[in-house]
Structure formats: C-alpha cells, structure tokens
C-alpha cells in the first residue's frame, strides 16, 4: 500500500509532559478507564469496573506476545575516546546477527565495536535502510541468556528516558505474555490482573488470544514521503491460527462483540480478514490502517492514549472518527487521565468505521 493523502498535521496535538505516566498505578487495574458508548457519551470508569461494561457472549482478544529485554548498552571507543551508545534489537535474523536501531546513529558505523557487559562485543555491520543496522554479537550464542541477564526492558524514551529496571520487567508485560519477539508491549493488556481477568470470565465474556511481534512501527515517528504525505509504518510479523477466525464466527453467530485488547490485536485482525483463507503458519503484515478502512472482525477496542504523529492516533482515528478523538482526547487531558504506555486506557465500546458487509 503506497502512501495515503494525509498530513502530520492532522495527527498532531499537544500534550504536556506532566501527563506522560512515568510508572504504572498499583494495582494495574486501578487505573482510569474512559469508556466510549455507541452514543459518543463518555463515562469516567476505571479497568477495574470493565466487566459492567461487557456482555455476556462478548469475546475478548489479547495479544500474547512478549517482550525481550532487548536494550543494550556498552561503550564505543572511537580515535582513543570513550563513547556511551545503546543498541536496541529489533530481531534475530540467524545465529549471532540481528538487525537493530542504535543511538547516536551517526557514531555506530559499520566496522565498528561497542563493548557490552558479560564480555560480549556488538559488531556493526552494514546498515539496513536509513534506520536499521545489521549487529553482530559475538559470544552470545543464540542470545537469549545474555538478554535474560544483562539486556533491559526497551521501554519508550519518554519513560525515564528509556532507561528501564528491575520493576519494568514485571511491569512492561502483559499477564499473558508467553511467546517472545517483541520490542514494545501490548499496552493496553498491562492493566489486567489475573482478578480482573477472572471477573471477566465469570461474566460470560469469552477470551482469546493472537500473536503479532510488536516492532519498531509501534515507536517510531511517523514519516512523509517528498510530497509531505505520510508513509506506510513498517511490517510485523503474526501467526495466523484459523481458530481465531472460528472463535469470531461463533462470538456474531451468538450475538457478541468482538472487542481488541490494544491496537496491536486491531493490526493482527484486520490482517487475519484481509486474507481469511490462508494456512496456519507465520505471516508479515504491512497492513496501514487509516481513517478510510472499513473494519471486518473488529468491533469494539481497548486502547491507551497515543502519542502524536503516530501511526497508533491514525488507527484510533478510523475507530472512532475524527470529532469523538478530539472530543475524547480533549477530555482525558480535561480529567488528569495519565497518557501513553503505563498511562490509561479507554474503551471504544462500538467501533465507527465498521464495514456493514464484513465477514460473519
């Protein structure tokens, strides 16, 4: 898909610094919920009070992919001088290699080493686009000890500076985290507890489950091509089990919604509907889902508050239209809602750009 007639400006809002959460609410799911009826009313909740506003028959999807500890930092010595960096891993391409981001991009070049902990050197090797580098870490094996043990959580730059801790290991993963791959969370599934969850099925709301590897699209600015309209974010991979698609078809035969935990299971979805046929198996998705989709398996959404000029704002928008985003946003900023990845949440309860042909 090319890019679309669309402008940074139309995603752009201010938001103060003092409003970025900089550690999530203990419990989780004492956080704040704005829920979005099919009205456009908002009503001031929080998660813990989720199940009052789901129906028996209802189906509920997370995303259970989880995060690796894929921060690295180490020391670049450069004409006899000592320089800090940091290299975040995207994936493993084969063996000792990944491909990653680097800061400051401009010193990792290619030929070059940085020395991290346990021993282990990150070889630079040619870069992949304007933005990836290709690394190789010699000694690490196939490197999941060596991040177990020395690589941090990559939370987001706006959070402590990206600079994550022991705690942002517990609280930077879903409680449904078990298959690994990703360099950001699923947000909007750290607000669930295991009581919260519990409650849900007591209340007759079925849950499910999708995998799609959160890359780098999840953070990265939006881009413009040389005519200022914005560009296509990068692919993702996800597993495509036809299950899900039998679980949805059961949730509208029974009269239930079918209500995404996060954008990230949005993404998956939509992806799933684009090509209902195709094997189980690993597939990339380079679906962008703007303000004109028609949405197919998706009915209703739970997701924080974005950041702007984001692809995650563009893909709220197609949700719920323009007026009810800026109403929305407007009065979470209004109500000392906290924003982005360990703030808030709301609940689209009825999602606006829904196809009236979509699949059953």
């Keep these: 898909m090319g890019s679309h007639t669309l402008g940074l400006d139309m995603f752009s809002y201010e938001l103060p610094r003092e409003k970025?959460?900089?550690?999530?609410?203990?419990p989780y799911d004492a956080a704040k919920l704005l829920v979005i009826d099919q009205h456009g009313s908002l009503h001031d909740s929080t998660f813990r009070d989720l199940p009052a506003f789901l129906m028996p028959r209802d189906l509920l999807v997370f995303n259970n992919t989880k995060v690796i500890p894929a921060r690295l930092f180490g020391t670049l010595t450069n004409s006899g001088r000592e320089r800090q960096v940091e290299i975040l891993l995207l994936r493993q391409t084969h063996g000792e290699e990944w491909r990653a981001l680097g800061r400051p991009m401009k010193s990792l070049v290619p030929g070059c080493e940085v020395r991290l902990q346990g021993g282990i050197v990150a070889e630079m090797g040619p870069r992949s686009g304007d933005r990836e580098l290709t690394v190789r870490l010699r000694g690490s094996g196939d490197?999941?000890?060596?991040?177990?043990r020395f690589g941090t959580m990559p939370i987001p730059p706006y959070i402590r500076g990206g600079k994550g801790d022991e705690q942002d290991r517990r609280d930077y993963q879903s409680p449904l985290a078990r298959e690994s791959g990703s360099v950001a969370a699923p947000t909007a599934?750290?607000?669930?507890?295991?009581?919260l969850l519990s409650r849900i099925r007591d209340a007759g709301v079925a849950l499910a489950e999708v995998t799609l590897h959160v890359g780098p699209a999840s953070f990265l600015a939006l881009e413009t091509d040389s005519a200022g309209q914005i560009a296509p974010p990068g692919g993702e991979q996800y597993f495509y089990d036809p299950e899900i698609v039998a679980q949805i078809a059961q949730t509208?035969?029974?009269?239930?919604?079918?209500?995404?935990?996060?954008?990230?299971?949005?993404?998956?979805l939509e992806s799933i509907a684009a090509f209902p046929h195709q094997g189980a198996g690993w597939f990339e998705t380079k679906l962008f889902l703007t303000p004109d989709h028609e949405f197919q398996y998706v009915d209703g959404v739970i997701t924080n508050f974005h950041q702007p000029e984001t692809t995650h704002l563009l893909l709220v928008e197609a949700l719920m239209g323009r007026e009810l985003l800026e109403r929305a946003y407007a009065f979470a900023l209004e109500n000392n809602y906290r924003f982005l990845s360990y703030g808030d949440g709301m609940f689209i309860s009825s999602v606006a750009g829904a196809n009236p042909k979509r699949g059953k």
């Design 252 to 268: 509208r035969s029974k009269g239930g919604r079918v209500i995404a935990v996060g954008t990230t299971v949005v993404r998956c």
């Design 143 to 148: 490197g999941d000890e060596f991040l177990t």
């Design 20 to 26: 970025i959460a900089q550690r999530p609410v203990q």
């Design 189 to 195: 599934s750290l607000h669930f507890t295991e009581s």
